[in-house]
């Protein structure tokens, strides 16, 4: 049972737009920034955004991250099936004094 | 450039002590605001953090297995080390490590870098 809750699986065809929410408590989100991580099949996962929406070198401004509250949210436009992957957010717990992370949502590109 | 790689055995036995090493390069865990973690993940299942030790020797451990784990760090050899005792097929996972650098104190948790991971499977 994971901290914080994604659903399980979102898709959308190549070109469209898509979101996947992140669903925390005030002790993690509400008071911690976010992290997005892709994870393609059999590949280490990749930090995505960071610091709620910001994003590493070398990440395409396609992806985009925002925060509300004690959710957060990852959108990514212009889909493509490089895309593909398992989604995970991630922040840090203050009263748990750990890092959590979402259960993963996975996209598919139809 | 900035590189993790973890390393350690591919398969443990039950009830043993699992010890898996994290070598780094591209940085050093005495520059402040550096952090190493652990993470794991069973096979087809989610991310699950496990430790953490920073630059200045604060550790931290995920609270359901706090009393299973120890996370040490040798600076000069650039490396991290990880001990899970008691070890049970449950705990059959893709072990990562994983960099965080920088960030405000308290709100630490941005992996930046992650090694390719270390499958370990605990069978008899």
């Known amino acids: 049972q994971s901290v914080l809750t994604q659903p399980p699986s979102v898709s959308a065809a190549p070109g469209q737009t898509v979101t996947m929410s992140c669903a925390g408590t005030a002790s993690n989100i509400g008071s911690r920034s976010v992290s997005w991580y892709q994870q393609l099949p059999g590949t280490a996962p990749k930090l995505l955004i960071y610091d709620n929406n910001k994003r590493p070198s070398g990440i395409p401004d396609r992806f985009s991250g925002s925060k509300s509250g004690t959710s957060a949210t990852l959108g990514i436009t212009g889909l493509q099936t490089g895309d593909e992957a398992d989604y995970y957010c991630?922040?840090?717990?203050?009263?748990?004094?750990?890092?959590?992370f979402g259960g993963g949502t996975k996209l598919t590109v139809l | 450039q900035v590189t993790l790689r973890e390393s350690g055995p591919a398969v443990v036995k039950p009830t043993r002590s699992l010890t898996l090493t994290c070598t780094f390069s591209g940085f050093s865990l005495t520059t402040s605001g550096m952090c190493v973690n652990w993470i794991r993940q069973p096979p087809g299942k989610a991310l699950e953090w496990l430790a953490r030790?920073?630059?200045?020797?604060?550790?931290y451990y995920t609270t359901s297995l706090m009393t299973r784990l120890s996370i040490s760090k040798d600076t000069s050899r650039n490396q991290v080390v990880l001990t899970m005792t008691n070890m049970d097929p449950v705990d059959t996972a893709t072990y990562y490590c994983?960099?965080?650098?920088?960030?405000?104190?308290?709100?630490?948790?941005?992996?930046?870098?992650w090694g390719q991971g270390i499958l370990v499977t605990v069978s008899s």
């Open positions: 030790i920073d630059w200045d020797e604060d550790k």
């Open positions: 991630g922040a840090w717990d203050k009263c748990l004094s750990n890092a959590v």
């Open positions: 994983a960099r965080v650098s920088g960030g405000v104190p308290g709100d630490r948790s941005s992996f930046d870098y």
